[in-house]
């Protein structure tokens, strides 16, 4: 080979080496320029453990600012597994002090992750048990900072509340229904180690923040559902029932400002509780045939549609014979002769198969309908039922009596205080709500719920005549027990059979029920309450149920700020030897003592020296009951 072929192809390899460096040289300098982040960031990735930190999710307020559920610090156990040097030992030692399985222990040692969070069993656990953890000095354990819900009434709202799981996911109730608002976005303690586990001395850890989860703001008042939870504590006591459902409702913006059900359960502990407890909220998902509180629709129907009024006269003997059916009232007797506004204070049923022929099916259904039953409130709460109506093309004239008073259609308890809502505060189906707004950790609000009306039911007249009813019912009427002196509380009664397995009605088992409003000259409020199968007991819904809705009545209308009108209630209708007798309070103030003379069966307490009266507890005007005593201030 000539010199010339070799210097040609020496100078053909060194031009190719030249152009693979300047080449090379090209594709270090562009990735050292254009690549260095992108490759960078994949590198952290790859070293980075993530050891979680939660922050807790929003906390939940009733309306007036006071906790319901909040945060309570707990740590969890995390593993970085490729650290841990001796598996079966750190697994033993950590199930000791956890109690639990060794086996399980293992079980997430030996996990192929970066980071394995030691759940059930090392999650949400107290400081002093991590304390005692930390001593050990294990390798390749740590502990994350987390939180897990705390209650501090603790059996209140459980099925309305709900629950999260152990990843801090709301399951049941408002957890589950507002989750996306409460859940918080975990923050991280991020440390660096090579592929073997060993921590990179020259890399710095550091604190990713969490961020909280926004706090809703409940229509639920705590102090009032203190006070329905403590009354039905009472019941169960005395009547031992199968269940209770109570609520109260706003009847002019629809907001839920109270619910309480027995039986009761520990959100805490609700796996120690059947999914039959903690997962059914009565209020909404309950559904049964409502009896004699159904009437307001039929009634309210019937003076909208100019059927009747408070003066036409019916005649009840006891039954009513339809299509070749007899059709009992539920007092066999009969009621005799009797006015439209005593049929509804005497729940007649003969009297209310007579408004519901009246209507007929077709305007009956309509009213029903328009009421809202048969359809979900669409109440932003759980398992709503939407209840059973019947098929008015299958109505006959047996079903249009029996649907008049109150049998053959399913209803819920919420359907049916929308209902009396609507039929005292003039005439406006409102929508059902207990979200009142969420709001961030600076205060901000996020989101806020507004009232709403789904439509208008009944005139403002036909409300107006529905409050003097309803009014007169508790007055001179079967719901007489559920008179409070001094606030104008409207209500009906209900008795209802229920249906036994076999598909009749029960001859022993009832539901026992009262719907109210106060004050029925300007309605706030609806109070339901619900007692099934009462036991050691009458089965009359104004002999077991009216005096327990005077009792709620009284304790939290004032807790609500609704002012007592004394002048304009109407004055109870007095049976001797079975009401207690009230009598009005006189002013005597200014008199002398001397000249105070006993007119009336109740007693003076003289208080201070003097002769002369310059204070007297209770105010004139107010009802003092038989046999009570009037303090008197002398100076």
């Known amino acids: 080979m000539n010199n010339y072929k070799i210097r040609r192809r020496i100078l053909i390899v060194l031009l190719l080496s030249t152009i693979c460096f300047i080449a090379l040289i090209g594709r270090l300098c562009y990735i050292n320029l254009s690549l260095s982040d992108f490759i ?18 929003g906390k939940i307020y009733d309306r007036n600012g006071k906790l319901i559920v909040g945060n309570k610090q707990s740590l969890t156990l995390v593993s970085i597994n490729r650290q841990v040097k001796n598996k079966e030992s750190t697994a033993s030692l950590l199930a000791s002090k956890l109690g639990c399985d060794y086996n399980k222990i293992l079980a997430h040692l030996n996990k192929n992750v970066s980071v394995e969070i030691i759940k059930p069993e090392g999650r949400h656990i107290d400081i002093e048990l991590a304390s005692e953890i930390m001593k050990l000095d294990l390798e390749g354990i740590y502990l994350a900072t987390d939180a897990v819900r705390y209650y501090p009434y603790i059996d209140s709202l459980g099925q309305t509340l709900g629950f999260t799981n152990i990843d801090n996911e709301g399951l049941t109730g408002l957890e589950y229904v507002y989750n996306d608002y409460l859940k918080e976005n975990d923050g991280a303690l991020k440390i660096y180690t090579d592929a073997k586990g060993n921590l990179m001395d020259n890399m710095v850890s550091y ?97 909208e549609e100019n ?264 004055e109870k209708q007095y049976r001797y030897y079975i009401d207690e007798k009230y009598y009005t309070v006189e002013d005597y103030i200014g008199l002398y003592k001397k000249t105070i003379v006993k007119k009336y069966d109740y007693n003076y307490l003289f208080l201070g020296s003097g002769d002369k009266v310059i204070d007297q507890s209770p105010a004139k005007g107010t009802k003092i009951k038989q046999g009570g005593t009037i303090i008197l201030y002398l100076g």
Request: with cysteine.
């Open 40 to 57: 960078n960031k994949k590198a952290y990735e790859q070293w980075s453990r993530d050891i979680p930190i939660n922050s807790g999710r």
């Open 207 to 303: 604190y990713s923040g969490a961020t909280p989860g926004l706090d809703i703001y409940l229509t639920i008042d705590i102090e009032v559902t203190q006070i329905l939870d403590a009354i039905l504590k009472q019941i169960v006591l005395k009547y031992d029932p199968e269940s209770i459902i109570a609520g109260v409702t706003n009847v002019k913006t629809g907001e839920v400002l109270a619910i309480s059900q027995y039986p009761f359960y520990d959100i805490e502990n609700y796996r120690n509780y059947d999914q039959e407890i903690y997962n059914r909220n009565f209020l909404v998902w309950k559904s049964f045939e409502p009896g004699s509180t159904f009437k307001i629709c039929t009634y309210s129907a019937g003076l």
């Open 307 to 570: 059927v009747f009024d408070f003066n036409s006269c019916i005649h009840c003997g006891g039954s009513r014979t339809i299509a070749s059916s007899t059709i009992h009232c539920w007092k066999r007797s009969g009621h005799g002769g009797l006015n439209m506004l005593e049929v509804i204070q005497n729940s007649c049923n003969c009297g209310f198969m007579d408004i519901g022929s009246r209507l007929g099916v077709t305007k009956l259904m309509k009213y029903v309908k328009n009421y809202g039953f048969g359809t979900k409130t669409g109440i932003d709460l759980l398992g709503e039922s939407t209840g059973i109506l019947f098929n008015e093309n299958y109505m006959g004239p047996v079903e249009l009596a029996t649907a008049s008073f109150g049998q053959g259609n399913s209803v819920t308890p919420i359907q049916l205080m929308m209902c009396m809502g609507a039929c005292v505060n003039g005439g406006n189906l409102m929508q059902p709500y207990v979200l009142k707004y969420c709001a961030d950790q600076s205060g901000a609000i996020v989101y806020e719920s507004e009232s709403k009306v789904k439509r208008r039911v009944i005139s403002e007249e036909t409300s107006k005549k529905m409050r003097y009813a309803l009014e007169s019912v508790v007055a001179a009427g079967t719901g007489r027990n559920a008179y409070v002196n001094g606030y104008r509380v409207g209500a009906k009664t209900g008795t209802a059979q229920t249906v036994d397995e076999n598909g009749h009605y029960s001859n022993s088992k009832y539901i026992l029920s009262m719907l109210g409003a106060a004050p029925m000259n300007d309605p706030e409020v609806c109070v339901y309450l619900a007692i099934e199968a009462p036991k050691n007991t009458v089965q009359y819904a104004g002999v077991v149920v009216a005096p327990i809705m005077a009792e709620i009545c009284e304790q939290i209308l004032p807790e609500l700020n609704i002012k007592q009108d004394y002048e304009n209630a109407m």
